[in-house]
């Protein structure tokens, strides 16, 4: 389609009978005021109760997108929209379509996502419930901000505009909300000029209940967060949990502790193994999902990634994974040697399990090394 106007404002639309023609003419009034080419683009979701006509009859045009979901309207919205730029908000006539052009200022000025920030602008009394302003928005924002380290101080306003071809080189996936945090987290990530202006956010004009439903759809939000962010998922908890198992494991080894009046011995090492070993896998997945993301393009490569990925082969895992083996065999040989002084009778248990705790270690992160460097590997196979 030939982009032959500047803006296109586009609402994602299911049943929004009540509020749909306040929004499309609020939008209208800022085209025509500001002396915008632009236009209105109704993407309607399979609305039944004539949001359709509704939008045609107040000067909208309406692109229908079959498949459900506030991100598969979005997308579809956004694929069909003829301007340069887009400025998406919600139709219920909680979003302010008239105040449009500090978006449009900071767009010209080569900015390719240009986010709104309610909590700088004013939130109007009963517009936001108190969970979704004091908890749920400011906590995904800031794990947002840790994670990818993007500049918004609103991960979730829903009012914001983008360079449309900027946006759809992204090959955003997701269908439902957490399309929002995918824009963000894979518009940071690819390192474009994000900026942000003070929006307003004012209570809905709808009877109906809103299609959000709060923890459903911020867990949907925190879950997309973590799985785009391994080492936060994976890699960090995995490291920690090995650097907590490894101390405690050198602490107890030549023989019991006491701290306080509390003896730690043995029992307490057989966990710190376990740590280790648990906290082993958890940097495997880290490397493996990294790996994946990357080799399908749904993460840009970075220097850490590529100096993670480039430091490890198949040939070098192999070496370490077998290496531990070893180890790990000749401490169960050490220990079947002293079980066979004592002609494999009675042994003390302290001692014995200071022998096979560190040895089955070794021996699973051994065996578990050598898996990964071939699953790796097998990961790592160019594409077509």
């Known amino acids: 389609m030939n982009q032959t ?12 009978a009540e509020t749909l023609a306040v929004c499309i003419g609020k939008a209208l009034g800022f085209l025509e005021r500001t002396g915008i080419d632009g236009e ?4 309607d979701n399979g609305s039944t109760d004539g949001s359709p006509q509704i939008a045609r009859e107040a000067g909208a045009r309406v692109v229908a997108v079959a498949e459900k979901g506030y991100g598969s309207a979005l997308r579809g919205g956004i694929e069909s929209a003829m301007g340069r730029y887009v400025i998406m908000g919600d139709a219920d006539d909680s979003y302010d379509f008239v105040h449009l052009l500090p978006f449009v200022e900071r767009l010209r000025a080569g900015d390719d996502l240009v986010m709104g920030n309610r909590f700088r602008g004013g939130i109007e009394p009963g517009a936001m419930p108190p969970l979704h302003r004091y908890l749920g928005n400011p906590v995904l924002t800031q794990i947002g901000r840790l994670f990818f380290g993007s500049p918004s101080g609103d991960f979730h ?5 983008f360079n449309r071809e900027s946006i759809l080189k ?12 995918e824009m963000i987290v894979r518009a940071s990530l690819e390192q474009l000029r994000i900026s ?13 209940p809103p299609h959000l439903r709060s923890w459903r759809d911020g867990w949907r939000h925190l879950r997309f967060l973590l799985m785009y962010c391994p080492r936060w998922l994976f890699l960090y908890p995995g490291l920690a949990l090995m650097a907590v198992g490894l101390l405690l494991g050198c602490w107890l080894w030549p023989g019991p502790r006491m701290v306080a009046g509390v003896v730690f011995d043995f029992h307490t090492l057989f966990y710190a193994g376990l740590a280790v070993v648990i906290g082993y896998q958890s940097v495997i997945f880290a490397i493996s999902t990294l790996l ?8 840009p490569a970075n220097r850490s990634i590529n100096r993670i990925l480039g430091a490890s082969s198949l040939e070098k895992g192999l070496i370490a994974g077998l290496a531990l083996l070893l180890l790990g065999l000749a401490g169960t040989v050490w220990a079947v040697a002293d079980w066979g002084l004592r002609s494999f009778g009675p042994v003390d248990p302290g001692q014995m399990m200071r022998l096979l705790i560190p040895s089955g270690t070794a021996l699973v992160i051994g065996c578990q090394t050598i898996f990964a460097s071939f699953f790796l590997s097998i990961l790592g196979l160019r594409r077509r």
Request: charged share 20%.
């Open 196 to 208: 942000e202006v003070p929006t307003t956010l004012s209570k809905d004009g709808r009877s109906r």
């Open 157 to 161: 306003c829903g009012l914001r505009g």
């Open 170 to 181: 992204l090959n955003l996936r997701t269908t439902g909300m957490e399309f929002a945090s």
């Open 5 to 16: 106007i500047e803006l296109s404002i586009i609402m994602p639309c299911l049943n929004e």
């Open 292 to 299: 994946f993301v990357v080799s399908t393009g749904m993460m």
């Open 40 to 43: 209105v683009l109704i993407a």
